[in-house]
T-cell receptor, first 118, second 107 residues
Framework: GAGVSQSPSNKVTEKGKDVELRCDPI?????LYWYRQSLGQGLEFLIY????????KSGLPSDRFSAERTGGSVSTLTIQRTQQEDSAVYLC????????????????FGEGSRLTVL | GIQVEQSPPDLILQEGANSTLRCNFS?????LQWFHQNPWGQLINLFY???GTKQNGRLSATTVATERYSLLYISSSQTTDSGVYFC?????????FGQGTTLQVKP
């Protein structure tokens, strides 16, 4: 696609439910990043993918969070048994990347998925 | 891990004024970008500038990688420049963001 696309744009859920957030990166971009931004805060790194593999999952807050990427394209971030502290905007970004280097080129962000856990 | 520090944390300007935002980082990097997050939360790419100087209209940026800092210059500020300015650097694979500079431009 022309830009990074994220869905849903807004999600309201009840505590304890599972949610899935989707990211469709720019066509041809091999690297994909997930970040979280709580209200009034900076961007917190969650995970990045180079192709379908995730070299760095160190930012995932707990084992309730998982992410996958298939076909080197779409990625899904899943949060199980949501808690109120999971409420935030989840941002996805993609970058050209080359070979084993996930960091080549300019990073482009989607518009985010706003998650509210009641 | 690498530390990214931005200064000042907050800045209030009168429309038409100039300003300089700074980004310091604690280790070598091979990628650096500046972003503007507008009041609606959208992240807008300003500069991809791992080294050197670039200009785009009223904005310009300089990165001195050997001294581990980058500067963002805003000239003749406008109210639409308000928002949060982030720098982000790559080190050991991750793109790490500073905490941002919140800019308010008053008419």
């Amino acid at each position: 696609g022309a830009g990074v696309s994220q869905s849903p744009s807004n999600k309201v859920t009840e505590k304890g439910k599972d949610v899935e957030l989707r990211c469709d990166p720019i066509s041809g971009h091999t690297a994909l990043y997930w970040y979280r931004q709580s209200l009034g805060q900076g961007l917190e790194f969650l995970i990045y993918f180079q192709g379908n593999s995730a070299p760095d999952k160190s930012g995932l807050p707990s084992d309730r969070f998982s992410a996958e990427r298939t076909g080197g394209s779409v990625s899904t971030l899943t949060i199980q048994r949501t808690q109120q502290e999971d409420s935030a905007v989840y941002l996805c970004a993609s970058i050209v990347g080359t070979g084993t280097n996930a960091n080549t080129g300019e990073l482009f962000f989607g518009e985010g998925s706003r998650l509210t856990v009641l | 891990g690498i530390q990214v520090e931005q200064s000042p944390p907050d800045l209030i300007l009168q429309e038409g004024a100039n300003s300089t935002l700074r980004c310091n980082f604690s280790d070598s990097v091979n990628n650096l970008q500046w972003f503007h997050q507008n009041p609606w939360g959208q992240l807008i790419n300003l500069f991809y500038i791992p080294s050197g100087t670039k200009q785009n209209g009223r904005l310009s940026a300089t990165t001195v990688a050997t001294e581990r800092y980058s500067l963002l210059y805003i000239s003749s500020s406008q109210t639409t420049d308000s928002g949060v300015y982030f720098c982000a650097v790559v080190n050991t694979g991750k793109l790490i963001f500073g905490q941002g500079t919140t800019l308010q431009v008053k008419p």
